[in-house]
Nanobody
Framework: HLVESGGGLVQPGESLRLSCAAS????????IAWVRQVPGKGREVVSSLSDDDKNTYYADSVKGRFTISRDVAKNTMDLQMNNLKVEDTAVYYC???????????????WGQGTQVTVSS
């Protein structure tokens, strides 16, 4: 069971931090990911982190602006989003799975999603 928080409305250039709290699973044992979806389009993996924290993936569109992390003690995962752009507007989902994947279908556990809107 994953629950996201931290979405909202911001202006271009501002920052947001998304958090995801897990229950029933231990995030330290899983690959974690943040996935976003724009209406009418498929889900896009924007970032993922391997279970040993040694490998990360960022979509080209967010490299240098987004940072994924996990807090083992709290059993949570975060996505720090800086210098947000209008095109970052989407519903953001946290996800967890057994394998590092750039496809949304590679993840088994999902949150309910949180809306991020970037608009001036």
């Amino acid at each position: 069971h994953l629950v996201e928080s931290g979405g909202g409305l911001v202006q271009p250039g501002e920052s947001l931090r998304l958090s995801c709290a897990a229950s029933g699973i231990t995030l330290d044992y899983y690959v974690i990911a943040w996935v976003r979806q724009v209406p009418g389009k498929g889900r896009e993996v924007v970032s993922s982190l391997s279970d040993d924290d040694k490998n990360t993936y960022y979509a080209d569109s967010v490299k240098g602006r987004f940072t994924i992390s996990r807090d083992v003690a709290k059993n949570t995962m975060d996505l720090q989003m800086n210098n947000l752009k209008v095109e970052d507007t989407a519903v953001y989902y946290c996800a967890a799975g057994a394998w590092l994947s750039t496809r949304a279908s590679g993840y088994d556990y999902w949150g309910q999603g949180t809306q991020v809107t970037v608009s001036s």
